[in-house]
């Protein structure tokens, strides 16, 4: 079936710097991606959308990609602040499950001042 | 404009007891889902919904979860019996639609439930 997978390991970086989050799929391109933040105690909370069709999107300091050929998506924090800081989570849709959305298992972002 | 709620925010219960929690979506929203958190995972798919109707329920384990969405609107998702394995936290979620090519989910803040 098809998987989605994130590194489990924290991912540690300095203020001001740009974070890069990494999601593999297996198989399959998956319909579309979906990145969402979540903090401790709190629901995950939705950041961006990405198509199959589409390369690259952008929101405020967030940067997705979309590689097929490598099966990846990548997620860019630039400008990194303390308050970002937190869980993110990669999510894919596939028509296999009826667009419902799958998620890894997430990589926990700690940026230090 | 309200987000989903969800109560209780916490539980704790007896293994063999049962459990029930309640999560009322974003107003208009179409589609229900309930998703299981154990720590250190990612959110699991229990059961979907769309309308009251169920879309997807593939991995929700039967002979002891149930849940139901009474008139297309809240829902509620019961453990009888429980067991250790099913400390976590339980996500409700809502979307417009069922698919995600309309957008994101809403997430509700959760119920913890802890197994004794």
């Known amino acids: 079936s098809q998987k989605i997978e994130q590194n489990s390991e924290a991912l540690n970086i300095q203020e001001g710097k740009t974070a890069t989050l990494t999601c593999n799929y297996t198989?399959?391109?998956?319909?579309?991606l979906q990145w969402y933040r979540q903090d401790p105690g709190r629901g995950p909370v939705f950041l961006l959308l990405?198509?199959?069709?589409?390369k690259e999107k952008r929101k405020e300091r967030l940067k997705v990609t979309f590689d097929t050929t490598l099966k990846q998506s990548l997620f860019h924090i630039t400008a990194s602040q303390p308050a970002d800081s937190a869980t993110y989570l990669c999510?894919?849709?596939?028509?296999?499950?009826?667009?419902?959305?799958?998620f890894g298992k997430g990589t926990s972002l700690l940026v230090t001042p | 404009e309200a987000g989903v709620a969800q109560s209780p925010r916490y539980k704790i219960i007896e293994k063999r007891q049962s459990v029930a929690f309640w999560c009322n979506p974003i107003?208009?929203?179409?589609?229900l889902y309930w998703y299981q958190q154990i720590l250190g995972q990612g959110p699991k798919l229990l059961i979907q919904?769309?309308?009251?109707?169920?879309?997807?329920d593939s991995q929700l384990p039967k002979d002891r979860f149930s849940a139901e969405r009474l008139k297309g609107v809240d829902s509620t998702l019961k453990i009888q019996p429980a067991k250790l394995e099913d400390s976590a936290v339980y996500l409700c979620?809502?979307?417009?639609?069922?698919?995600?090519?309309?957008?994101?989910?809403?997430f509700g803040e959760g119920s913890r439930l802890t197994v004794l």
């Open positions: 979620a809502s979307s417009l639609m069922g698919d995600g090519n309309t957008g994101e989910l809403f």
């Open positions: 198989n399959y391109s998956p319909a579309y």
């Open positions: 990405i198509r199959e069709n589409e």
């Open positions: 999510a894919q849709g596939t028509q296999e499950s009826g667009y419902a959305l799958n």
């Open positions: 107003s208009g929203h179409a589609t």
């Open positions: 919904f769309q309308n009251n109707g169920v879309v997807d």
